[in-house]
């Protein structure tokens, strides 16, 4: 079996062809980064709008790239939850036209899934190692989630933890904005604190020793813009590598605890990063270290599938399909989070 995958939900719209192996056979994307930097963050008519415009075109390109064409096609794997809704509907409307017109299945998949199945996606540069499989503990940090899973086979994941207030990416990106470095800012942060003393400024590390595998990203995003409007735009200039070393070592600390907690309680022995912080060069190599002294696998995929894509999408979708299951044409999108276990 073989999918056709459309991911519209946040800003970036991606189409993949992937198969039952996890191969994937091309995947696109069309970023609407510099359309939202203007904005200083995600304008959801503007994203909806975008998606229309580049849909179709990725598509044909997602055909082009893999050599093939909708005879080659079983099924459309299709976003429709969670996200903004507008930018769902754009997906969602377009895989139905094309469920009926090309008269094959479509199935609704839920974004989280998308991001807990990424680490089994292969191509020519990319496969999990050899003794990846389930069970396995799952870390999801995002712009809109920050969530500990623990998944036991496809459709079983069960939510351990998740943050109560912000997303590890969120903060990530208003310390960012907020520090003049535009949006989304996470990954200015990661490069200027490659130079910075992480010990320089102190940030909160909230919940990192409580009992529960909670967290807690708003007393820091607070701290973060307390500690930039005292020192004011000249210093904050001169000491940026201190302060998004500092900045981001006091996210990377409470994850790790977390992920390390998970880990003990559930006697995991493979562990996943998954979700667009984790394309974090800090988190990867401190998870790294961690992992080897623990004797854990850790799975980190590359980047390309860490961030919102769709060839995640498209794996989740041709596994569910080749169960059986398929969606109706009433199908509707959902904008809701998913902090409660999900099958
Ligand atoms: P979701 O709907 O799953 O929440 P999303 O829209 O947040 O998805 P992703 O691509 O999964 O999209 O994640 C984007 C986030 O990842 C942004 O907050 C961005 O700043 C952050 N990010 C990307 N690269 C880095 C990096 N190197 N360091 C820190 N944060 C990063
Ligand atoms: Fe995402």
């Given amino acids: ?23 994937v056979h091309s995947v696109v994307a069309a970023s609407q980064d510099l359309e939202h930097e203007l904005y200083g963050g995600i304008v ?21 790239k893999a050599g093939m064409s909708w005879s ?22 377009t895989a139905k036209s094309l469920s009926q017109a090309k008269k094959i299945p479509f199935l609704g998949v839920n974004h989280l899934e998308g991001h807990l199945l990424a680490p089994f996606l292969k191509d020519s540069q990319y496969s999990p190692p050899e ?41 990530f990106d208003k310390f960012a904005k907020m520090a003049g470095l535009g949006f989304p800012g996470g990954v200015r ?22 009992d529960t595998f909670d967290m807690s990203f708003s007393g820091l995003k607070a701290s973060g813009q307390r500690m930039l409007e005292q020192l004011g735009p000249e210093l904050v200039q001169e ?38 912080v984790s394309a974090n060069s800090r988190l990867r190599a401190r998870a790294e270290k961690w992992a ?16 919102d894509n769709a060839a995640m999408i498209g794996y989740a979708g041709v596994l569910r399909m080749a169960q059986g299951e398929t969606s109706a044409m009433d199908l509707g999108p959902s904008p809701q989070a998913l902090t409660t276990d999900f099958k």
């Fill in 1 to 23: 079996e073989r999918v056709l995958a459309i991911e519209t939900s946040c800003d970036d719209t991606s189409v993949a062809i992937v198969d039952r192996s996890g191969w």
């Fill in 44 to 64: 959801p008519e503007i994203a909806a709008r975008n998606h229309s415009i580049a849909l179709i075109p990725l598509i044909e390109e997602a055909f082009k």
């Fill in 72 to 93: 080659d096609i079983h099924g459309i794997a299709v976003t429709n939850r969670p996200g903004l809704i507008g930018a769902l509907i754009v997906g969602l409307v």
């Fill in 131 to 171: 003794d990846f499989g389930y069970p396995y503990v799952g870390l999801a940090i995002s712009g809109g989630h920050t969530s500990l899973y623990q998944i036991k086979g496809l459709g079983d994941y069960k939510v351990l933890g998740a943050t109560r207030d912000d997303a590890a990416g969120e903060c």
């Fill in 189 to 210: 942060v990661d490069q200027l604190a490659k130079t910075g003393n992480p010990e320089a400024f102190e940030f909160p590390r909230s919940m990192i020793h409580d």
């Fill in 239 to 276: 000491q940026l590598p201190d302060l998004c070393a500092s900045f981001q070592e006091a996210i990377v600390d409470v994850l790790i605890a977390k992920l390390d907690r998970a880990a003990k309680v559930y006697r995991a022995k493979r562990v996943i990063l998954t979700g667009g």
């Fill in 292 to 307: 080897a002294e623990k004797g854990l696998t850790l799975v980190v995929p590359p980047i390309r599938y860490c961030t």
